[in-house]
């Protein structure tokens, strides 16, 4: 039988060791340590170890930064107001299954946020933030009741709400013009 043929060069290459670096090479990304630095530290490792420790967070710390981003999650509805009245233009104002998903859609959301505003806040309260606390579940409703207002706006400029006068409505009389132009065929 032959002897099997020898591996391709690329084979050959990448299990062999790299070469050292020419002066005209990059330099290694940030982060990335070579293998043969990785095997001399892990025996260094071995007689010293190195810990490095973070220091925690004071309950000061942690409380502030619970506050900054319970103030993210309240001003996060009105972040969204800009897309929802594209949105809302965009959908024109004529009776149609898109047009009222995303009035319905519209509306759900904010009321469903306020009603859950307790479980949304809960895991940001602490005992020295309540005053902060209450200010944040306040703006979070206002931006909440922009989006209601914008639903509002678009259900309006649907001619939906009542208004102004409209035949289908019998709640009120009909109007009758002062003056009345009679046509006289010549």
């Not at 639903?151 to 009389?173: Q, Y």
């Amino acid at each position: 039988m032959a002897p099997p043929p020898p591996p391709p060069q690329w084979v050959l290459d990448l299990n062999s060791t790299p070469p050292a670096q020419s002066r005209f090479s990059l330099p290694d990304p940030p982060g990335y340590t070579p293998q043969t630095a990785l095997q001399s530290k892990s025996s260094k490792s071995k007689s010293q170890p190195q810990t490095v420790s973070r220091k925690p967070p004071t309950p000061e710390e942690t409380a502030t930064l619970k506050l900054k981003k319970a103030w993210e999650i309240a001003l996060a509805p009105a972040k969204q107001l800009p897309m929802n009245a594209i949105g809302m233009y965009m959908t024109g104002n004529s009776l149609q299954i898109f047009s009222i998903m995303m009035v319905f859609m519209l509306f759900k959301g904010p009321v469903q946020a306020v009603l859950g505003i307790n479980q949304t806040f809960a895991r940001f309260e602490t005992e020295g933030k309540k005053e902060e606390m209450l200010w944040v579940k306040l703006a979070f409703v206002g931006c909440n009741m922009l989006a209601l207002a914008l639903g509002i706006w678009k259900v309006n400029g649907m001619g939906l709400l009542p208004t102004t006068r409209s035949d289908w409505l019998a709640w009120e009389t009909e109007r009758v013009p002062l003056e009345r132009a009679y046509f006289r065929p010549s």
